[in-house]
């Protein structure tokens, strides 16, 4: 803006006055996106890596799925799994699974381990409707599975939607079972039916969040009885004949309802990817894929760690407040010293580290754009977010400061995230990661309609994100 159409503005700000439509609309016009600022052979990158994303998204979409899908990867470019026999030696690749729903993958540094790892910590749940403990019910001749929500979610967006049942079951006899039903175009899926408007009227008047109250989240799994007239044996002899099920082993079984559809291109010039599960898949694939690309031996052991059960708070022994991550650190510094390392080494290591808590952020919703502040919120296709957690934890400024010469010197696009000063507000794994006493900076990518059914990303941040990866595993 010119200094001579900046003093009407000026003026009118000082005096009360609405500036002119024409100036209220340049102040928020935002930059050009980033898409168009890149190489032919950039724009190509990008899209490789948005389709590689989709097929994760499309194949994994709990924990349990994602753990196994990126495992499969990581073998595929010569990473192995860390045991008693594994050399610590610069350049070694491996990787290390906890209870099959948290994964860690490693690129072993040319520096000792005292020196500090270079760490990107992001989350593999996503929100979803788990089913209860005893989840078979018989309502008005159909055959039902309860279902109650883990993480935040809108209730009503799970309405009248295919969903896929998927998860895992330890069956009476021991043998655990992988559940998948309606991830395939053939398969059968479930569905949660809302009212009718003609029939709603009373219903109304509820809000948001009760559209559905627990009790109603019910979805349909059947509607012919078995040949004794029973709905419910007719659902139990369905799993049965798939996976040797009995209704008693809901007990022992982790299993969810997901979006059933697949990821999408989304607009016209299919710059957007369309996706239940992008809230945290986007960072976890990202992060694993940059690992893999790293070349040569990095100056620092490299890694990525990823974890279950962040959208209930990062509890349970896969999520980032178990001790998982600091006894493997522990095992690493073992194999590389060849004797038990002290606790003195120990909290050297994680001093000397730094970390980076990976996970989506908030972007300006075009239909709602009041819900953040204009001046610190991000826009899909303007580059990966460095975002601050403000009131809370926070990096220190020689370490962000030392982030910005690298995308400076890389020219990566990037832009900040901050909540509104009255907003809402969220978490991620880095509080946790700072009780470590590593450094942290949060970082992600910009999303609409996070925790939707179906959210929206950009492929030009989704490779912003991943050369910033690969530039900070790289750094010296």
């Known amino acids: 803006m010119t200094t001579s159409r900046l003093l009407p503005a000026l003026l009118a700000a000082m005096l009360g006055v609405s500036a002119s439509p024409a100036l209220a609309q340049q102040a928020a016009t935002p930059p050009a996106a980033s898409w168009l600022k890149m190489s032919d052979a950039e724009r190509r990158a990008a899209d490789e890596l948005a389709q590689a994303y989709m097929r994760f998204l499309k194949a994994a979409k709990i924990p349990l799925h994602r753990t196994q899908y990126l495992t499969t990867e990581l073998a595929k470019t010569g990473f192995k799994p860390f045991g008693p026999s ?41 929100p979803r409707l788990d089913l209860r403990l005893k989840p078979l019910k018989t309502v008005e001749g159909f055959g039902m599975l309860k279902t109650q929500p883990y993480g935040g979610i809108k209730r009503y967006q799970w309405s009248n939607l295919p969903l896929a049942l998927v998860g895992q079951v330890a069956r009476k006899d021991g043998k655990l079972v992988d559940v998948s039903i309606g991830m395939q175009p053939n398969d059968p899926v479930f569905i949660l039916p809302d009212l009718a408007p003609h029939v709603d009227k009373e219903f109304r008047g509820r809000s948001v969040e009760d559209v559905f109250k627990g009790e109603e989240l019910s979805t349909i799994a059947a509607s012919v009885p078995d040949g004794s007239g029973d709905l419910k044996k007719a659902v139990m002899g369905e799993l049965n004949k798939r996976y040797g099920l009995d209704e008693e082993d809901f007990i022992s079984s982790e299993l969810a309802l997901v979006p059933a559809q697949e990821p999408r291109e989304v607009g016209l010039d299919r710059m957007l990817i369309g996706s239940y599960g992008q809230d945290d898949g986007l960072c976890s694939f990202v992060g694993i894929n940059a690992l893999q690309q790293l070349k040569g031996t990095p100056e620092y052991t490299s890694i990525v760690y990823l974890v279950d059960h962040e959208e209930v708070g990062n509890i349970n022994t896969t999520g980032v407040r178990s001790r998982f991550f600091v006894s493997a650190l522990e095992r690493f510094a073992n194999r590389e010293l060849g004797r038990e390392a002290s606790s003195e080494y120990i909290s050297t290591l994680l001093e000397n580290s730094e970390a980076i808590s990976a996970d989506v952020s908030q972007a300006i919703n075009p239909n709602f754009p009041g819900t953040e502040d204009p001046h610190n919120t991000a826009r899909l296709g303007q580059g990966f977010t460095v975002k601050t957690m403000k009131p809370g934890f926070d990096a220190t400024p020689a370490f962000r400061g030392r982030l910005r010469r690298m995308l400076a010197d890389q020219r990566i696009s990037w832009q900040t995230y901050a909540y509104k000063v009255d907003g809402g507000g969220g978490a991620t794994i880095g509080a946790q990661l700072q009780e470590l006493n590593m450094d942290v900076v949060d970082v992600g990518a910009p999303l609409l309609a996070m925790h939707g059914t179906f959210e929206l990303s950009s492929k030009a941040d989704l490779h912003a994100l991943n050369r910033f990866f690969d530039a900070y595993f790289s750094a010296p």
């Open 86 to 126: 594994s050399a610590w030696q610069p350049g070694a690749k491996y990787y290390l699974v906890n209870r099959d729903r948290a994964l860690m993958a490693v690129v072993v540094g040319k520096k000792p381990l005292k020196a500090g790892v270079r760490l990107i910590g992001a989350h593999l749940d996503s």
